[in-house]
């Protein structure tokens, strides 16, 4: 029998695997729904997101919805972003959750994670992890002019977007100040002012600092590697195949948990035409925040109503799906007829408070350019629901963006910073505005979320053991119980490890 059952190798179940099986004396069986995908090319290229509609490695869901379906999740088709969330996150969460997940704790493991090739001997930082960190030193001229527009209107540029609060390094100007930081950071670029930018109409704006990070804009950090794109898939799972403990089944989608009253002995599973069952002591889902979700719905662990209403058995009341966030993204998109050249969708953002700016290399629309303004800390939460059991349908999936009063206003003054920073007139940004050009940062967390028992809109406790069910864990996204002001990947990659370490103890 297999010691750990793993279900899902994206990002946190290659992590989760790969530590776990460090151990030769515990073997560990990891099933996933998608494919393999080792060639070099398309999955590797960081400046190509293979997620159109021809697509064989993405799960779609209604409101444009996609999660990677492969060996390597979303992290082997994603942007390469990998921006640590800031320490006020953190402290929210070891508010609902201990004191194992503030930022404290988490940040050995962020740094034992890294290869920072820029800043790995600065503080708070790691050289010679498993993941390569690196900012581009040669960016498109988009990216360029994004980032000589917010000089010219009076931002600071960040040198160090994962640095730990307090320990940012500002840009200086000074050729003796460039010259200290050169060991440490890529090098920096001279902004010229530019004529249609009044610093004077960002005065307000710019006021506005988070708690514990400075405003501004900055390289961001990603995992590339010599041009490659470098998801967990090749930073952990394959250096790990090799490894007689360790099984990797892929195009093998988990239909259902098996129980034994309370306690989960294996799974079920499909595969084409072959169905199947497969026992374990225990079992771990790193399926993502609508996957995992899905699966404990179908096995009798949920909402009661809902059970009730799919008619499947209930095992255990919980409040599965009933609390989830995501980052939506209003588009601010503008002609523009320069080259569209190959690179990272992010070379550079704006961080505003608790808006982040996104200028995207790749024009989505030909002949248009694109500054993504993302909410990162909404009001507005969500709700997952399944409409069957049939675990071919999709989950659905009701974001409820921007319902709350402050996050439409706080989309709005995004947006209006957006156009003044490339001086264009896109009319009255008003609801119905918004919601025209609103879409979601795919960011999707939450389903399961974390807390005691006593929490609640807690499904998991604080080491991702399901409450009220036996050898069964969450280890991804969906135990998250906060809304991260920053994109996912780093979080999960540490979450995944947070949760093998306290496997192993």
Sequence with gaps: MTSTLIVGAGSAGCVLAARLSADPARSVRVFEAGPVVRTVGEMTDPSHLPVGPASRVVWRYPGNLLRGKLV???????????????????????AVAGPQWSFESVLPIFCALEDDRDFGTAPGHGVGGPIPIERTNHCTEFSVEFAQRCAAAGFTEIS????????????????????ALRSQRPPILEFPGVPDVDPARFVDIRSRSGADHTDGYGRVP?????????????????????????????????????LRGTRVIGVEWSRGRERGRTYADQTVLCAGAVESAALLIRSGIGPEPLLRSLGVPIVRPSPVGAWCTDHPEVGVEFADDGPEEPAAPLEYVLEIDDLELRPYTQMFTPGRRRIGVALMHPESTGELT???????????????????????????????????LFGRRIGPVDDAWLHANLATSQHL????????ER???????????????????????????VSLRRGPQATTVMLAAAIADLMVV
């Design 222 to 258: 990603l995992t590339v590697s010599h041009g490659f794109r470098s998801g967990p898939a090749l930073t952990h799972l394959y250096p790990a195949m090799e490894r007689p403990n360790l099984c990797v089944t892929s195009d093998t989608m988990v239909t259902r948990l098996l």
């Design 455 to 481: 929490d609640e809109r807690a499904v998991v406790d604080a080491r991702g053991r399901v409450h009220g069910i036996e050898a069964l864990m969450v280890a991804d996204l969906s135990t998250v119980p």
């Design 445 to 452: 967390c939450g389903t399961c979320r974390m807390g005691p």
């Design 160 to 179: 160090d977007l994962n640095a730990p609060a307090g320990s940012q390094q500002p840009r200086s100007t000074s050729a003796e100040g460039r010259g």
């Design 386 to 420: 399944l409409v069957s059991t049939d675990p071919t349908v999709p989950a659905r999936v009701d974001q409820r963006y921007l319902r709350s009063a402050r996050d439409r206003a706080r989309s709005r003054a995004g947006v209006e910073v957006a156009a003044d």
């Design 72 to 94: 390597g999740g979303s992290g082997a088709i994603n942007g390469s972003y990998f921006i640590r969330p800031p320490a006020t996150d953190f402290a929210a969460w070891s």
